[in-house]
């Protein structure tokens, strides 16, 4: 079993910063890719960051310059910095992980329970 819990979210005002931090916990072999990703209300879920296990990143365009996701992969953490925020940045953050359990099985997706971010204009 695999637990990934995120912590950061809150209120911020436009122009404003705020950093998330997700940490995968459990019966962790290794972790591929790590995650962040939105929904806000009425929407789809929607990628934001991903960080590869090398620290290769890629962001969505809407979130380009502003965030930075990075991760500490000793702690098996994931971090987002997220500067210059939006009134249309709020949404639900939810961290994924690419996990791999034991050195024989499957990668499997993990998800957090979410963090609230809400950006006042």
């Known amino acids: 079993q695999v637990q990934l819990v995120e912590s950061g979210g809150d209120l911020a005002q436009a122009g404003g910063s705020l950093r998330l931090s997700c940490a995968a916990s459990g019966s962790i072999f290794s972790i591929n890719f790590m995650g962040w990703y939105r929904q806000a209300p009425g929407k789809q879920r929607e990628l934001v960051a991903r960080v590869s296990q090398s620290g290769s990143t890629s962001y969505a365009d809407s979130v380009k310059g502003r965030f930075t996701i990075s991760r500490d992969n000793a702690k098996n953490s994931v971090y987002l910095q997220m500067n210059s925020l939006k009134p249309e940045d709020t949404a639900v953050y939810y961290c994924?992980?690419?996990?791999?359990?034991?050195?024989?099985?499957?990668?499997?997706?993990?998800w957090g329970q979410g963090t609230q971010v809400t950006v006042s204009s």
């Open positions: 994924e992980a690419e996990v791999r359990t034991t050195w024989f099985s499957s990668l499997n997706d993990y």
